[in-house]
Structure formats: C-alpha cells, structure tokens
C-alpha cells in the first residue's frame, strides 16, 4: 500500500473551513478547487458537500497524491484532477455542469505576483455572474502582518522562492474587482489565515 501524501496543515484548517463552506456553497452544483495540493481538502468538502460536484485540479506533479486520496475515498461527486496551469488557459471540465463556485487554500503567498494576477484574470473569464469564489490563506493588512508567526512565514517564503510571499488584502481586493467580483465577507480564521468570500457580478464594461 503506497504512502498518500499528507498535509498538517490542510487536517488542521478543514473542519473550519467546511463550516463556512456549507452555507457559502448551499446554492451551487459545481466547484473548481485551484491547487488541490494533496487532495485531502477535495476529499473531505465532498464527503459533507454530497449536493456538489467537487472538480480537483493541480499541476501534474501532484496528480498522482490526489488520484490516491480519491480513489481511498470511492465518492461519486469528486472529479479526478484536470491540469490547470495560471500560465494558460484554464480547461472546461464539464460543459453540462458549467462551474458555479471555486475555492482554493493556500495558493497566492506561494505562487508569483504576476501569477495572482493571472488567477484573477482566469476568474473572469471562466466563471459567470453569481458565481462564488473562496479563497483561504494569510494577507497583509495596510501593509501590515496580523500576527508575528505571519511576519516569519513571509521571511521563509521569500527565502524559498523571492517571488512569494504574504499579499496585501488591498491589492487583492483590487484584483478582485477588475474581476468584477465583490466580498461578501472576509471571515478570521484558525491560525491566522482569513477566508475571502466573493461574487461574481455583471461586468460594468
């Protein structure tokens, strides 16, 4: 039996991003995750979210610990891992069951800023008004971090990868509305993370 890979962090973090979840996504049918990492997030929302079809996605890499995690669980409602690469167009999983919803966890302080930029943009382009968009992670506040460990996790990231690092809520937001989305809600979360609640509204252009 092969070892499935595993996140501390993702077992900590789900209980309480589930609650949310639940009421946030009780109208949809479709979520895409963007950046489904191990696949345990994929596995548990759709184990509690059996009204949704929960559509995985990563770069191939990662293929293989996801398809582990799906395949232990056997749920009809979770979809195997398409390759989304912020890089390129994003791909149409199912064109009867256009995506309502996305949720990603712990993606834009790891990828590059022209990156975040580009996940915006896909945004735009792939999800239609009314859509809701979740995204959980640590953000800068007036250029300001809300919590020390915060302050040391961006040292770290930036000691990896220069190009990563903890965003600031206000560029977010501004990204956020070139994507015509608007925040519903931005919920403090465990560890200091938050959960930016979006939707996607008419495009004013």
């Given at each position: 039996?092969?070892?499935?890979?595993?996140?501390?962090?993702?077992?900590?973090?789900?209980?309480?991003?589930?609650?949310?979840?639940?009421?946030?996504?009780?109208?949809?049918?479709?979520?895409?995750?963007?950046?489904?990492?191990?696949?345990?997030?994929?596995?548990?929302?759709?184990?509690?979210?059996?009204?949704?079809?929960?559509?995985?996605?990563?770069?191939?890499?990662?293929?293989?610990?996801?398809?582990?995690?799906?395949?232990e669980?056997?749920?009809?409602?979770?979809?195997?891992?398409?390759?989304?690469?912020?890089?390129?167009?994003?791909?149409?999983?199912?064109?009867?069951?256009?995506?309502?919803?996305?949720?990603?966890?712990?993606?834009?302080?790891?990828?590059?800023w022209?990156?975040?930029?580009?996940?915006?943009?896909?945004?735009?382009?792939?999800?239609?008004?009314?859509?809701?968009?979740?995204?959980?992670?640590?953000?800068?506040?007036?250029?300001k971090?809300?919590?020390?460990?915060?302050?040391?996790?961006?040292?770290?990231?930036?000691?990896?990868?220069?190009?990563?690092?903890?965003?600031?809520?206000?560029?977010?937001?501004?990204?956020?509305?070139?994507?015509?989305?608007?925040?519903?809600?931005?919920?403090?979360?465990?560890?200091?993370?938050?959960?930016?609640?979006?939707?996607?509204?008419?495009?004013?252009?």
């Amino acid at each position: 039996m092969t070892n499935k890979p595993f996140s501390q962090a993702s077992e900590n973090n789900k209980k309480p991003i589930l609650n949310l979840l639940t009421s946030l996504f009780a109208s949809n049918k479709h979520v895409l995750e963007i950046g489904s990492g191990t696949g345990q997030h994929a596995v548990f929302f759709a184990e509690h979210l059996t009204h949704l079809t929960w559509q995985t996605s990563d770069l191939p890499i990662n293929h293989s610990g996801i398809n582990q995690w799906l395949d232990e669980s056997a749920l009809a409602n979770i979809e195997k891992p398409i390759i989304v690469d912020l890089n390129e167009n994003w791909p149409i999983p199912n064109k009867a069951l256009p995506i309502d919803a996305l949720f990603t966890a712990n993606t834009l302080h790891i990828i590059s800023w022209p990156l975040v930029v580009k996940f915006f943009e896909g945004i735009a382009h792939n999800l239609s008004e009314g859509a809701h968009i979740c995204i959980y992670g640590p953000f800068k506040y007036k250029g300001k971090f809300t919590s020390e460990s915060n302050e040391s996790f961006d040292l770290w990231l930036k000691e990896r990868d220069k190009n990563s690092g903890i965003r600031n809520i206000e560029d977010i937001l501004i990204l956020a509305n070139s994507a015509n989305l608007n925040l519903i809600n931005d919920h403090v979360m465990p560890a200091n993370n938050q959960l930016l609640c979006f939707r996607k509204q008419t495009s004013n252009k």
